[in-house]
């Protein structure tokens, strides 16, 4: 299809009118003025500056019906024109149609071959949201000889989207060129960079690194730091280690993506000794380990890097550090400090944050202050599903189900869709009810009404209500009619509501069902029968399971609660042991 036809009938098929006797620029312009006239009519937003310069480039429709447009009273140069269209495309166009529209004034005063107007179209058609990848690559091969810019600008739209593969293919098909028009530079390798995010990827990474050495680029830094981060995402931390160790010069970003990748491969130690030879340290490699910590567990290590950073020069406080903060609050019930960041976001105007709102609610709910999380609730701006979610599993978690299943219906009055974490919530909250009905009645609510289909963790929210009601039999039933084989979850509720109602048959297959899945957690689990034992008061067995467990070694981890004394948090576990205040 030639260019015009395809440029003419993206505004045909928006308009829904084919007219295939006009001319072009009359579709164009009698296109404008019935969008306009639609917007007009329903007093929708309308855009005086994009108006005004498209009618200096198409006319002004008040002349049209005398044959003349505005640029034939006011002659425009076609430098000054290019510029005219440059601007539409750099700072007023929104949409495609308005975009169909420039495409084509830049055709029909004939500039298509000025490649940086090309470039500019391309660049928003492929990586602007409301923009149209194979729009971009139509207009792409009606070009000759592309600049080294559209080929990138190409490239960048594919390596995002749906279809990354193309952009490697582009790049074979821009090195094969017979005439050599163009060469990739250093934007184009970040950009098909890019596309490699998953461990399937890291063979495109290591020939994307080939070829930048062949290219001579491998010294550029953003090259440097995109392959890193590529070799870190695609989890080949032992290629990325190699190129970190061989660089002669490397900047705070580089390390940052080092730390960030031990942290994601569940590597948290190496990431700390890194983290303690960085030579500078910026806000993102505080935030970065601080988060880090948080998510693997190690909340003590977050709050203390935390006050290091506070005493750090140079160095402020921002948005996302403090979520990760309240985390960890939230584990250890640092309330003080979680009192302190609240004021301190207050102070600074951070508020206006919704993840922090979130974690705020987050923190007061874990720390058993559940009227002051529902305050900050209320107050949060633009509440999203999480925000919605925290609030209905801290209602629950502090035993207020029936105030939880209230807000999930007002939840869904507001016309919030919930997702697969607000039904793990809401369950939890049926099942401290008591409520098995309206727990069955959500259960199958899941994928009827909201097309979700139930996970591991719904069913075992599911076994957990049946079984501490005493519907071990119907748990049974569900737990056999599940899709998938049921995990150590489902096994562990299951587990639980035998040691509530004595039933010694189910709680021995349960237990040695766990002991096969996970045979480091076998002493959790086997102390949960021998209770069971002891409540059916069958003491020979109990006997026997516990010598058993004194042969083979088997000893549950000590449980711990933490307090806070003098703004300090303390940990004392269930043998006595006092941890090391934070």
Not at 173 to 186: F, L, N, T, V
Not at 200 to 227: E, W
Not at 339 to 353: K, L
Not at 395 to 408: C, I, V
Request: hydrophobic share 40%.
């Amino acid at each position: 299809m030639p260019l015009v036809a395809a440029v003419v009938r993206v505004v045909e098929e928006e308009s829904g009118r084919l007219d295939n006797g006009r001319r072009h620029s009359d579709c164009v312009i009698s296109e404008y003025r019935r969008g306009r006239e639609r917007e007009r009519d329903s007093n929708s937003r309308w855009n005086p500056t994009t108006a005004w310069r498209v009618r200096v480039v198409v006319g002004d429709e008040d002349d049209m019906g005398r044959g003349y447009t505005r640029r034939h009273h006011h002659p425009l140069s076609p430098r000054m024109l290019q510029q005219e269209l440059f601007l539409l495309l750099s700072h007023n166009c929104t949409t495609m149609r308005e975009l169909a529209q420039i495409h084509a004034q830049i055709f029909l005063n004939g500039f298509s071959h000025k490649k940086f107007l090309l470039a500019k179209l391309v660049s928003f058609c492929a990586t602007s949201p409301p923009g149209d990848i194979l729009y971009a690559y139509h207009a792409f091969r009606q070009v000759d000889n592309p600049s080294t810019l559209l080929w990138n600008q190409m490239i960048r739209g594919f390596s995002g989207s749906g279809s990354p593969k193309r952009s490697f293919a582009l790049l074979n098909e821009m090195q094969g060129q017979e005439r050599k028009a163009s060469k990739p530079d250093s934007f184009t390798f970040c950009f098909l960079l890019n596309a490699c995010r998953s461990p399937s990827s890291v063979r495109c990474a290591q020939q994307i690194h080939s070829k930048v050495l062949r290219n001579g680029l491998v010294s550029d830094a953003h090259v440097k730091a995109n392959l890193l981060n590529a070799y870190c995402e695609g989890r080949d931390l032992a290629s990325a280690r190699l190129m970190f160790d061989e660089m002669p010069e490397r900047c705070t970003i580089d390390w940052n993506i080092m730390v960030r990748g031990y942290l994601k491969c569940g590597n948290p130690d190496a990431a700390r000794s890194l983290f303690d030879e960085m030579p500078g340290r910026s806000i993102i490699s505080w935030t970065t380990m601080i988060s880090g910590c948080a998510q693997s567990g190690r909340c003590k290590e977050a709050l203390i890097l935390f006050h290091q950073m506070q005493r750090s020069w140079g160095v402020e406080i921002d948005q996302v550090v403090l979520v990760s903060v309240l985390s960890a609050c939230a584990e250890l019930g640092a309330l003080d400090l979680g009192r302190w960041v609240h004021t301190y976001a207050d102070r600074m105007g951070f508020m206006r944050n919704v993840s922090l709102g979130n974690a705020l609610v987050h923190m007061y709910s874990k720390c058993g202050l559940i009227d002051m999380a529902y305050w900050v609730f209320r107050n949060i701006t633009g509440r999203t599903v999480v925000s919605w979610t925290a609030m209905i599993n801290g209602f629950a978690m502090n035993g207020r189900s029936e105030e939880a299943l209230n807000t999930f219906h007002c939840m869904q009055a507001a016309g919030m869709k919930p997702d697969g974490v607000t039904f793990i919530a809401v369950l939890g909250a049926c099942a401290h009810a008591g409520s098995v009905r309206r727990g069955w009645d959500l259960f199958k609510s899941m994928t009827c009404a909201y097309g979700i289909e139930p996970q591991a963790l719904h069913y075992g929210c599911m076994v957990d209500l049946l079984g501490r009601a005493g519907h071990l039999d119907e748990a049974q039933k569900l737990m056999e009619s599940m899709p998938f084989g049921p995990n150590d979850v489902v096994w562990g509720a299951l587990l639980a509501g035998c040691r509530t109602h004595e039933d010694v048959q189910r709680a021995e297959l349960a237990a040695a069902r766990l002991v096969e899945m996970e045979p480091e957690n076998a002493a959790s689990c086997l102390v949960l029968l021998a209770n069971t034992f002891a409540a059916a008061q069958r003491w020979d067995d109990l006997v026997r399971l516990r010598n058993l467990m004194d042969m083979r070694g088997r000893r549950k981890p000590p449980g711990c609660s933490w307090i806070e004394v003098d703004d300090s948090s303390y940990g004392d576990t269930t043998e006595g042991t006092m941890i090391d205040e934070v």
